[in-house]
Protein backbone atom coordinates (compact mmCIF):
# COMPACT_ATOMS: atom_id res chain seq x y z
CA UNK A 1 0.00 0.00 0.00
CA UNK A 2 1.42 3.35 -0.48
CA UNK A 3 1.80 6.20 1.42
CA UNK A 4 0.85 9.30 0.09
CA UNK A 5 3.89 12.36 -0.03
CA UNK A 6 1.37 14.58 2.42
CA UNK A 7 1.38 11.50 4.66
CA UNK A 8 4.92 10.57 4.97
CA UNK A 9 5.69 14.17 5.47
CA UNK A 10 3.33 14.14 8.90
CA UNK A 11 5.15 10.71 9.77
CA UNK A 12 8.57 12.45 9.65
CA UNK A 13 7.53 15.56 11.03
CA UNK A 14 4.94 14.02 14.01
CA UNK A 15 8.25 11.55 14.70
CA UNK A 16 10.74 14.60 14.58
CA UNK A 17 9.61 16.04 18.03
CA UNK A 18 9.70 12.97 20.26
CA UNK A 19 12.70 11.76 19.01
CA UNK A 20 14.60 15.08 19.44
CA UNK A 21 13.28 14.99 23.04
CA UNK A 22 14.24 11.41 23.45
CA UNK A 23 17.95 12.35 22.21
CA UNK A 24 17.99 15.77 24.74
CA UNK A 25 17.32 13.87 27.72
CA UNK A 26 19.85 10.91 26.73
CA UNK A 27 22.30 13.45 26.39
CA UNK A 28 21.39 15.45 29.65
CA UNK A 29 21.80 11.78 31.15
CA UNK A 30 25.12 11.00 29.46
CA UNK A 31 26.50 14.53 30.82
CA UNK A 32 25.66 13.89 34.27
CA UNK A 33 27.52 10.31 34.42
CA UNK A 34 30.20 11.56 32.57
CA UNK A 35 30.17 15.33 33.46
CA UNK A 36 33.65 15.61 34.53
CA UNK A 37 35.65 14.07 31.95
CA UNK A 38 33.52 15.90 29.92
CA UNK A 39 33.97 19.28 30.85
CA UNK A 40 37.99 18.61 31.11
CA UNK A 41 37.87 17.80 27.18
CA UNK A 42 35.44 20.96 26.62
CA UNK A 43 37.78 23.28 28.30
CA UNK A 44 40.74 22.18 26.66
CA UNK A 45 39.25 22.22 23.40
CA UNK A 46 38.01 25.75 23.93
CA UNK A 47 41.58 26.68 25.03
CA UNK A 48 43.22 24.97 22.10
CA UNK A 49 40.72 27.15 19.57
CA UNK A 50 41.75 30.03 21.49
CA UNK A 51 45.75 29.40 21.58
CA UNK A 52 45.68 28.12 18.15
CA UNK A 53 46.07 31.51 16.46
CA UNK A 54 49.33 32.28 18.32
CA UNK A 55 50.47 29.38 17.37
CA UNK A 56 49.83 30.16 14.12
CA UNK A 57 51.54 33.39 14.29
CA UNK A 58 54.95 31.34 15.45
CA UNK A 59 54.83 29.50 12.48
CA UNK A 60 54.60 31.99 9.76
CA UNK A 61 57.82 33.11 11.43
CA UNK A 62 59.25 29.95 10.70
CA UNK A 63 59.04 28.39 14.07
CA UNK A 64 58.12 24.84 14.16
CA UNK A 65 54.40 23.93 15.78
CA UNK A 66 55.45 22.39 18.29
CA UNK A 67 58.17 24.91 19.43
CA UNK A 68 55.31 27.23 18.69
CA UNK A 69 52.79 25.76 21.09
CA UNK A 70 55.77 25.59 23.95
CA UNK A 71 55.83 29.54 23.24
CA UNK A 72 52.53 29.89 23.80
CA UNK A 73 51.44 27.96 26.63
CA UNK A 74 54.82 29.29 28.45
CA UNK A 75 53.48 32.88 27.91
CA UNK A 76 49.54 31.78 28.58
CA UNK A 77 50.48 29.97 31.89
CA UNK A 78 53.19 32.99 32.66
CA UNK A 79 49.97 35.48 31.89
CA UNK A 80 47.78 33.61 34.02
CA UNK A 81 50.31 33.43 37.08
CA UNK A 82 50.84 36.99 37.09
CA UNK A 83 46.80 37.49 37.41
CA UNK A 84 46.59 34.66 39.74
CA UNK A 85 48.73 36.42 42.21
CA UNK A 86 47.77 39.77 41.54
CA UNK A 87 44.50 40.09 40.34
CA UNK A 88 42.84 37.13 42.15
CA UNK A 89 43.44 38.15 45.81
CA UNK A 90 42.03 41.62 45.79
CA UNK A 91 38.76 39.53 44.08
CA UNK A 92 38.33 37.20 46.39
CA UNK A 93 38.65 40.27 49.21
CA UNK A 94 36.34 42.11 47.56
CA UNK A 95 33.95 38.85 47.05
CA UNK A 96 34.41 38.39 51.31
CA UNK A 97 33.41 42.02 51.65
CA UNK A 98 30.57 41.96 49.30
CA UNK A 99 29.17 38.71 51.44
CA UNK A 100 29.81 40.96 54.58
CA UNK A 101 28.03 43.74 53.31
CA UNK A 102 25.10 42.23 52.02
CA UNK A 103 22.58 42.02 55.10
CA UNK A 104 23.54 45.29 55.93
CA UNK A 105 22.36 46.43 52.38
CA UNK A 106 19.39 44.29 52.97
CA UNK A 107 18.47 46.34 56.38
CA UNK A 108 19.10 49.81 54.55
CA UNK A 109 17.03 48.46 51.10
CA UNK A 110 13.97 47.78 53.14
CA UNK A 111 14.11 51.04 55.60
CA UNK A 112 14.19 52.87 51.61
CA UNK A 113 11.37 51.14 50.70
CA UNK A 114 9.44 52.14 53.78
CA UNK A 115 10.24 55.31 53.48
CA UNK A 116 9.05 55.32 49.81
CA UNK A 117 5.72 53.33 50.76
CA UNK A 118 5.17 55.68 53.03
CA UNK A 119 5.40 59.16 50.90
CA UNK A 120 3.52 56.97 48.56
CA UNK A 121 0.49 56.47 50.98
CA UNK A 122 0.56 60.03 52.20
CA UNK A 123 -0.20 60.94 48.23
CA UNK A 124 -3.07 58.12 48.33
CA UNK A 125 -1.45 56.05 45.98
CA UNK A 126 -2.16 52.47 46.52
CA UNK A 127 1.55 50.83 46.43
CA UNK A 128 2.59 48.35 48.51
CA UNK A 129 6.72 47.03 48.23
CA UNK A 130 6.08 44.36 51.19
CA UNK A 131 6.07 41.32 49.22
CA UNK A 132 8.13 42.42 46.42
CA UNK A 133 11.05 43.29 48.83
CA UNK A 134 10.44 40.15 51.58
CA UNK A 135 10.55 38.00 48.67
CA UNK A 136 13.98 40.06 46.69
CA UNK A 137 15.70 39.68 50.21
CA UNK A 138 14.45 35.99 50.43
CA UNK A 139 15.77 34.72 47.75
CA UNK A 140 19.36 37.38 48.09
CA UNK A 141 19.76 35.86 51.59
CA UNK A 142 18.83 32.00 50.54
CA UNK A 143 21.95 32.88 47.74
CA UNK A 144 24.50 34.16 50.68
CA UNK A 145 23.55 31.44 52.57
CA UNK A 146 24.28 28.68 49.71
CA UNK A 147 27.80 30.82 49.30
CA UNK A 148 28.79 31.04 52.33
CA UNK A 149 28.09 27.21 53.21
CA UNK A 150 30.11 26.67 49.68
CA UNK A 151 32.94 28.34 51.08
CA UNK A 152 33.62 25.63 53.59
CA UNK A 153 34.66 23.25 51.09
CA UNK A 154 37.03 25.79 49.56
CA UNK A 155 39.92 24.10 50.43
CA UNK A 156 39.02 20.99 48.64
CA UNK A 157 37.53 22.68 45.46
CA UNK A 158 40.60 24.75 45.04
CA UNK A 159 42.67 21.08 45.42
CA UNK A 160 40.19 19.51 42.80
CA UNK A 161 40.04 22.93 40.37
CA UNK A 162 43.99 22.80 40.68
CA UNK A 163 44.29 19.38 39.19
CA UNK A 164 41.36 19.92 37.19
CA UNK A 165 43.47 22.57 35.51
CA UNK A 166 46.56 21.09 34.96
CA UNK A 167 44.55 18.20 32.81
CA UNK A 168 42.97 21.03 30.69
CA UNK A 169 46.42 22.36 30.10
CA UNK A 170 48.21 19.08 29.45
CA UNK A 171 44.98 17.98 27.19
CA UNK A 172 45.27 21.51 25.56
CA UNK A 173 49.02 21.04 24.48
CA UNK A 174 48.48 17.86 23.06
CA UNK A 175 45.21 19.07 21.09
CA UNK A 176 47.47 21.74 19.72
CA UNK A 177 50.22 18.95 18.28
CA UNK A 178 47.99 16.64 17.24
CA UNK A 179 44.42 17.12 17.38
CA UNK A 180 44.59 17.87 13.43
CA UNK A 181 45.65 13.56 12.96
CA UNK A 182 42.93 13.04 15.34
CA UNK A 183 40.37 14.88 13.92
CA UNK A 184 41.10 14.07 10.39
CA UNK A 185 40.94 9.87 11.53
CA UNK A 186 37.40 10.86 12.59
CA UNK A 187 36.07 12.98 10.06
CA UNK A 188 37.09 10.66 7.36
CA UNK A 189 34.48 8.03 8.94
CA UNK A 190 31.68 10.44 7.45
CA UNK A 191 30.77 10.67 4.31
CA UNK A 192 33.20 12.66 1.59
CA UNK A 193 30.63 14.93 0.89
CA UNK A 194 30.41 15.58 4.82
CA UNK A 195 33.82 16.00 5.55
CA UNK A 196 34.95 19.43 4.39
CA UNK A 197 32.17 21.88 5.41
CA UNK A 198 31.60 20.13 8.81
CA UNK A 199 35.05 20.56 9.12
CA UNK A 200 35.36 24.36 8.37
CA UNK A 201 31.91 25.07 10.05
CA UNK A 202 33.38 23.51 13.24
CA UNK A 203 36.34 26.26 13.16
CA UNK A 204 33.97 28.99 11.71
CA UNK A 205 31.67 28.79 14.72
CA UNK A 206 33.94 27.65 17.69
CA UNK A 207 37.31 28.85 17.02
CA UNK A 208 36.15 32.29 15.79
CA UNK A 209 33.12 32.81 18.09
CA UNK A 210 34.85 31.97 21.23
CA UNK A 211 37.97 34.53 20.44
CA UNK A 212 35.21 37.14 19.37
CA UNK A 213 33.34 36.49 22.93
CA UNK A 214 36.37 37.00 25.08
CA UNK A 215 37.78 40.18 23.34
CA UNK A 216 33.90 41.20 23.69
CA UNK A 217 34.37 40.46 27.85
CA UNK A 218 37.57 42.30 28.48
CA UNK A 219 36.61 45.20 26.55
CA UNK A 220 33.25 45.05 29.16
CA UNK A 221 36.07 44.72 31.80
CA UNK A 222 38.50 47.54 31.13
CA UNK A 223 36.20 50.07 30.01
CA UNK A 224 33.22 49.54 33.06
CA UNK A 225 36.50 49.77 35.45
CA UNK A 226 36.99 53.09 35.32
CA UNK A 227 33.37 54.13 35.01
CA UNK A 228 32.51 52.50 38.15
CA UNK A 229 35.56 53.80 39.63
CA UNK A 230 34.66 57.35 38.64
CA UNK A 231 30.54 57.19 40.37
CA UNK A 232 32.70 55.57 43.30
CA UNK A 233 30.52 52.35 43.04
CA UNK A 234 31.67 49.85 45.83
CA UNK A 235 33.53 46.44 44.43
CA UNK A 236 34.19 48.92 41.14
CA UNK A 237 36.18 45.76 39.96
CA UNK A 238 34.29 43.01 41.11
CA UNK A 239 31.21 44.29 39.30
CA UNK A 240 33.13 45.11 35.88
CA UNK A 241 34.58 41.22 36.26
CA UNK A 242 31.26 40.09 36.78
CA UNK A 243 29.75 41.75 33.63
CA UNK A 244 32.64 40.94 31.47
CA UNK A 245 32.66 37.33 32.69
CA UNK A 246 29.01 37.41 31.98
CA UNK A 247 29.92 37.63 28.88
CA UNK A 248 31.17 34.63 27.51
CA UNK A 249 27.48 33.15 27.75
CA UNK A 250 26.42 34.38 24.42
CA UNK A 251 23.48 36.88 23.92
CA UNK A 252 21.90 37.41 26.99
CA UNK A 253 25.11 36.65 29.12
CA UNK A 254 26.08 40.76 29.34
CA UNK A 255 21.93 41.72 30.53
CA UNK A 256 21.79 39.01 32.96
CA UNK A 257 25.30 40.14 34.56
CA UNK A 258 24.00 44.08 33.73
CA UNK A 259 20.79 43.14 35.69
CA UNK A 260 22.47 41.41 38.76
CA UNK A 261 25.03 44.15 39.33
CA UNK A 262 22.11 46.98 38.98
CA UNK A 263 20.11 44.74 41.88
CA UNK A 264 23.07 44.59 44.23
CA UNK A 265 23.76 48.57 43.78
CA UNK A 266 20.37 49.06 44.31
CA UNK A 267 20.37 47.47 47.58
CA UNK A 268 22.41 50.42 48.90
CA UNK A 269 21.58 53.33 46.59
CA UNK A 270 19.02 53.53 44.10
CA UNK A 271 20.19 56.44 42.21
CA UNK A 272 23.93 55.16 42.10
CA UNK A 273 21.99 51.94 40.75
CA UNK A 274 20.36 53.96 38.32
CA UNK A 275 24.03 55.18 37.14
CA UNK A 276 25.27 51.75 37.01
CA UNK A 277 22.69 51.10 34.52
CA UNK A 278 22.88 53.65 32.03
CA UNK A 279 26.64 53.45 31.97
CA UNK A 280 26.17 49.78 31.45
CA UNK A 281 23.62 49.54 29.10
CA UNK A 282 25.42 52.56 26.95
CA UNK A 283 28.55 50.25 26.35
CA UNK A 284 26.39 46.92 26.21
CA UNK A 285 24.97 48.97 23.13
CA UNK A 286 28.32 50.42 21.78
CA UNK A 287 29.54 46.50 21.92
CA UNK A 288 26.71 44.79 20.13
CA UNK A 289 26.04 48.07 17.71
CA UNK A 290 29.69 48.39 16.76
CA UNK A 291 32.18 45.76 17.79
CA UNK A 292 30.47 42.20 17.77
CA UNK A 293 29.12 43.02 14.15
CA UNK A 294 33.25 43.29 13.25
CA UNK A 295 34.07 40.78 15.31
CA UNK A 296 31.57 38.16 14.68
CA UNK A 297 30.05 38.69 11.40
CA UNK A 298 27.00 36.92 10.11
CA UNK A 299 28.99 33.43 10.07
CA UNK A 300 26.62 31.72 12.56
CA UNK A 301 23.40 32.95 10.78
CA UNK A 302 21.00 31.72 13.16
CA UNK A 303 17.50 33.10 13.56
CA UNK A 304 17.73 35.21 17.53
CA UNK A 305 14.26 32.31 18.72
CA UNK A 306 16.73 29.95 17.65
CA UNK A 307 20.03 31.01 19.33
CA UNK A 308 17.43 31.10 22.46
CA UNK A 309 16.22 27.60 22.17
CA UNK A 310 19.48 26.38 21.39
CA UNK A 311 20.96 28.20 25.03
CA UNK A 312 18.15 26.47 27.24
CA UNK A 313 18.56 23.30 25.62
CA UNK A 314 22.15 23.66 26.05
CA UNK A 315 21.84 24.82 30.03
CA UNK A 316 19.13 21.78 29.87
CA UNK A 317 21.91 19.60 29.17
CA UNK A 318 24.97 20.70 30.29
CA UNK A 319 24.28 23.30 32.74
CA UNK A 320 26.81 26.14 32.30
CA UNK A 321 29.34 24.57 29.99
CA UNK A 322 26.22 23.30 28.00
CA UNK A 323 25.46 27.60 27.23
CA UNK A 324 28.56 28.12 26.43
CA UNK A 325 28.73 25.79 23.79
CA UNK A 326 25.53 25.82 22.40
CA UNK A 327 25.36 28.77 19.70
CA UNK A 328 28.57 27.40 18.40
CA UNK A 329 26.91 23.66 18.15
CA UNK A 330 23.85 25.02 16.68
CA UNK A 331 26.03 27.27 14.39
CA UNK A 332 28.24 24.60 13.12
CA UNK A 333 24.99 22.45 12.51
CA UNK A 334 23.58 25.03 10.26
CA UNK A 335 26.45 25.91 8.53
CA UNK A 336 27.17 22.17 7.83
CA UNK A 337 23.91 21.49 6.00
CA UNK A 338 23.45 24.99 4.13
CA UNK A 339 26.81 23.48 2.52
CA UNK A 340 25.18 20.45 1.53
CA UNK A 341 22.04 21.96 0.78
CA UNK A 342 23.67 24.30 -1.71
CA UNK A 343 26.35 22.15 -2.91
CA UNK A 344 28.73 25.09 -2.25
CA UNK A 345 32.03 22.73 -1.15
CA UNK A 346 34.85 24.31 -2.93
CA UNK A 347 35.01 28.04 -0.38
CA UNK A 348 34.88 25.22 2.49
CA UNK A 349 37.83 23.24 1.15
CA UNK A 350 40.24 26.21 0.62
CA UNK A 351 39.82 26.83 4.31
CA UNK A 352 40.47 23.93 5.71
CA UNK A 353 43.04 23.02 2.75
CA UNK A 354 45.06 26.38 4.35
CA UNK A 355 44.23 25.48 7.42
CA UNK A 356 45.64 21.90 6.93
CA UNK A 357 48.70 23.14 5.55
CA UNK A 358 49.43 25.58 7.81
CA UNK A 359 49.41 23.14 10.68
CA UNK A 360 51.93 20.90 8.78
CA UNK A 361 55.41 21.29 10.76
Not at 234 to 263: D, N, Q, R, Y
Not at 276 to 301: E, R, S, T
Given at each position: MRRSPSLKLLLIYGLSGPIVALNIWLLSVLFRYFQNPITILSVAAILAFLLNYPVKFFERARITRTQAVVI??????????????TLVPMLIDQTIQLLNKIPDWLTASQANLEQFETFAKQRRLPLDLRVVSNQINASIQSLVQQLASGAVGLAGTLLSGLLNFVLVVVLAFYMLLYGDRVWHGLINLLPSNLRIPLTASLQLNFQNFFLSQLLLGVFMIIALTPI??????????????????????????????????????????????????????????????????????????????????????????????????????????????????????????????????????
Open positions: VLLVTLTLLGILAVFLALKVPFALLFAILIGVSELIPFIGATLGIGLVTILVLLQDWWLAVQVAIAAIILQQIKDNLLAPKLLGNFIGLNPIWIFVSILMGYEIAGLLGTLVAVPIAGTIKGTFDALKSGKQSDFGSIVTITHDSNIE
